[in-house]
C-alpha cells in the first residue's frame, strides 16, 4: 500500500511495506549514484537506525566511494538535521534561481 505524506513545503512517497523508507530510490550524478533512505526495522532497538545507502554504477575510476555501495546509520535526530539542512539549502537554491 502506498501513502502520500504532505507537509509543506516537502512532498514525501511513503511505502510502509518497503523497510519503513522511500519507494523510489534518488539518482544522481546522472543517475550513477543511487540513494536510498530507510528506517532499519531490524536494528530498531539501536538509537541509529536510520539508514542511507547509497550505491555506485560507474567505472572504477569515476567512483566518489571506494566500494559499489556505502551504508551509513544514523540516528533520528540526526535524520531529521539532515533533512532540515537540505531543505534550507534547496529553498535557497529555488530563491537564487528566481532573482
Known amino acids: 500500500m502506498l501513502?502520500?505524506?504532505?507537509?509543506?513545503p516537502i512532498l514525501r512517497v511513503y511505502n510502509p511495506s518497503y523497510?519503513?523508507?522511500?519507494?523510489i530510490p534518488i539518482l544522481l550524478l546522472d543517475g550513477s549514484l543511487e540513494v536510498n533512505v530507510f528506517f532499519e526495522e531490524s536494528d530498531s532497538e539501536f538509537e541509529d537506525n536510520v539508514c542511507i545507502s547509497i550505491a555506485e554504477?560507474?567505472?572504477?575510476?569515476?567512483?566518489?566511494?571506494?566500494?559499489?555501495?556505502?551504508?551509513?546509520?544514523?540516528?533520528?535526530?540526526?535524520?531529521?538535521?539532515l533533512a532540515r539542512a537540505l531543505n534550507i539549502a534547496a529553498q535557497a537554491s529555488m530563491i537564487c534561481d528566481a532573482l
Do not use: H, M, W
Not at 3 to 8: A, F, L, T, Y
Not at 19 to 23: P, S, T
Open 57 to 81: 554504477n560507474c567505472p572504477d575510476e569515476e567512483k566518489v566511494f571506494r566500494g559499489d555501495e556505502t551504508v551509513l546509520y544514523i540516528t533520528a535526530e540526526q535524520a531529521c538535521q
Open 19 to 23: 523497510r519503513g523508507g522511500l519507494d
Open 3 to 8: 501513502v502520500i505524506k504532505s507537509k509543506e
